[in-house]
């Protein structure tokens, strides 16, 4: 298994650009997250969704959407990329309401 | 206040030492809490799972809990340099909140 996939590693945008971070994951399951890491600052919480078709709102959504339209799939969206959303970003998975979840390898993003 | 606290650190010892590693919360429903590892560059990976009060040992490893305090532990005994790393506790009801993490280096 590859577990949880996450492309590009890297990024450049210029501001006001846009982009998708990609994430996919082979486990089955249900659960899939993405957070934003910055330094000092842990793991928050942009977006989640409990299953193909149902996507709900985290800590941090404003600037991002995203869509689940298969189980293995969770494609992270920026419209109009600003310099305060330069981070790191992981997409996790998890079976529903488990505590153990499955981070991808991230991708770094830089918007100047 | 953040719901939940962590010292950012950085914290570094010799190897062989043990490690103390350390969170406090203040949201009372949480129920579940975990230590998760994130080496440089990598995802965060599962570490330790316990649920409510008490202590959980997993080889060099022991997470204490203790809700009345609403603080949780980690310990790491006879530290190696592989142990370095950031530590990131995290705890949930419905939610999942994370702390900042600790950045952790031994030191051979």
């Known amino acids: 298994n590859a577990g949880v996939t996450q492309t590009p590693k890297f990024r450049i945008l210029k501001i006001g650009q846009s982009m998708t971070l ?41 600037g991002y ?38 981070f991808g390898p991230g991708t770094r993003l830089t918007v100047l | 206040q953040k719901e939940v606290e962590q010292d950012p650190g950085p914290l570094s010892v010799p190897e062989g030492a043990i490690v103390s590693l350390n969170c406090t919360y203040s949201n009372s429903a949480f129920q579940y809490f975990m230590w998760y590892r994130q080496y440089s560059r990598k995802g965060p990976e599962l570490l330790m799972y316990t649920y409510s009060s008490g202590n959980k040992e997993d080889g060099r490893f022991t997470a204490q809990v203790d809700k009345s305090s609403k603080y949780i532990s980690l310990f790491i005994r006879d530290s190696q340099p592989s ?19 600790t950045r952790l280096t031994v030191k051979p």
Not at chain 1, 71 to 92: G, I, K, N
Not at chain 2, 90 to 95: E, Y
């Open chain 1, 22 to 62: 990609q994430c996919a994951q082979d486990m089955n399951h249900n659960y899939m997250y993405w957070y934003r890491q910055d330094p000092g600052m842990g793991l928050k919480l942009i977006y989640y969704s409990v299953g193909a078709g149902i996507t709900d709102k985290g800590e941090v959504p404003n």
């Open chain 1, 65 to 102: 959407n995203v869509s689940r339209s298969t189980t293995e799939d969770f494609p992270l969206r920026l419209e109009l990329a600003a310099p305060s959303q330069t981070s790191v970003y992981f997409c996790a998975s998890s079976y529903p309401l488990s505590g153990e979840q499955f």
């Open chain 2, 83 to 101: 142990d370095s790393a950031t530590y990131l506790c995290a705890m949930k009801d419905n939610d999942m909140r994370f702390g900042a993490g």
